[in-house]
């Protein structure tokens, strides 16, 4: 049975910690698992390069001899110095490194692929390598914007830590394509997140939408997620609707504002787990994700498809490629198609979705692709 050491910055944050974790479970008695994860402290100066994790890894790597090092998110307490810790190591010890792409920040010191301008999100080409240097990229300044440019020029431009990792897993093809574009020559296999399918229970019927219009946000209420956008967006629709909202996050009280003065009904559910989420769906008419950064395959969208509600994303990253991978769903760019989807296509011609291959969600088929993933070598 080959050790795997699986590494992560966090146990607690979003979708890559909670694949992390899925991932570990899933391969129980098929590999001998260990993990490493951050103490979630760090400073200017660790944030560029840690040294405490850089040896503390390394001493775990001696002292457990793994087989396979598989790495999730490391940028944001870890630091790339984990992968030094990884290089000298593979010097002297045959080790497989694979490494699960939940973001851009091997391409990009910015991880959402963004820089700021006048304070406005910005997404840099996702079909031509463009240039970061002179650019903002945290909306925090232009002090931690360096910061992140030096952890990247560091690491990836001068030690070249990224060549340590063999294998790099890509959640979408968006993800594979976006690397490629921006030069990255490390073998890419694609492998969807894992998926917790619901229960069986039964059949959703279909809603009639007659008066007023149902809707569902699910994720974080922060900035790159497009929340504020929705809302500003709606207040221009002469329709009734009612947008169920479910998270939380830093914009939690400018959301609040809003739903108070807002002509549409605004309800704020707060952070709730999958069963009270499909409740809730049953009353729902759709799902929409308005992210405005390259979101790399949310498996919100995933989950809305299996609970039968049609799709509403913007015509962005992967969220148009994990929207395609169901029968009823709806993109847009400006606030004229958002309008037409709703008035149009969900106020009158409200259908049942499913996802169209859920196999390829199922943990069963994760499970067999990161089997043969880690028996290449």
């Known amino acids: 049975m080959k050790k795997v050491l699986h590494v992560n910055d966090s146990l607690q944050a979003g979708g890559a910690e909670q694949v992390f974790k899925d991932t570990m479970t899933i391969m129980e008695g098929i590999t001998e698992n260990y993990s490493y994860v951050s103490d979630n402290k760090r400073n200017i100066f660790s944030y560029i390069f840690s040294f405490k994790n850089f040896i503390k890894l390394l001493v775990k790597l001696y002292r457990i001899k793994p087989d396979i090092v598989h790495l999730h998110n490391f940028y944001h307490y870890l630091s790339p110095a984990i992968l030094l810790s990884i290089f000298f190591y593979k010097s002297f010890y045959k080790l497989q490194v694979i490494y699960t ?55 990836y431009r001068v030690l070249f830590l990224h060549k340590v990792i063999d294998t790099i897993v890509a959640p979408s093809f968006f993800m594979k394509n976006i690397l490629s574009v921006y030069g990255i020559k490390n073998k890419i296999k694609v492998i969807r997140n894992p998926c917790s399918l619901p229960v069986e229970k039964e059949s959703r019927v279909s809603i009639p939408c007659l008066d007023s219009l149902n809707l569902i946000f699910i994720g974080r209420l922060s900035k790159e997620k497009g929340i504020i956008e929705l809302i500003i967006d709606l207040e221009r629709i002469d329709f009734p609707i009612t947008l169920h909202v479910l998270g939380d996050g830093d914009l939690l009280e400018h959301v609040q504002d809003l739903a108070k003065k807002s002509s549409h009904t605004i309800v704020m559910h707060g952070y709730k787990d999958k069963s009270y989420i499909y409740e809730l769906s049953r009353k729902c008419h759709a799902f929409i994700l308005p992210s405005i950064w390259y979101e790399n395959a949310p498996l919100s969208i995933i989950e809305a498809a299996f609970w039968g509600l049609p799709i509403v994303v913007r015509n962005l990253g992967g969220m148009k490629e994990m929207a395609e991978l169901t029968e009823v769903s709806y993109t847009y760019n400006t606030f004229e198609e958002l309008n037409y989807i709703i008035t149009v296509h969900l106020r009158h011609n409200l259908l049942i979705n499913r996802v169209r291959d859920s196999i390829v969600f199922s943990k069963d088929f994760y499970r067999a692709q990161i089997k043969s993933l880690y028996d290449e070598y």
Request: aromatic share 20%; net charge positive; glycine share 4%.
């Open 101 to 155: 792409a939940h973001d851009y920040h091997l391409i990009c010191p910015n991880s959402g692929m963004q820089y700021y301008k006048n304070n406005e999100r910005i997404n840099f080409s996702n079909l031509k390598k463009e240039k970061f240097w002179f650019y903002q990229l945290d909306d925090r300044g232009w002090i931690i914007s360096i910061m992140k440019k030096l952890q990247f020029f560091i690491a």
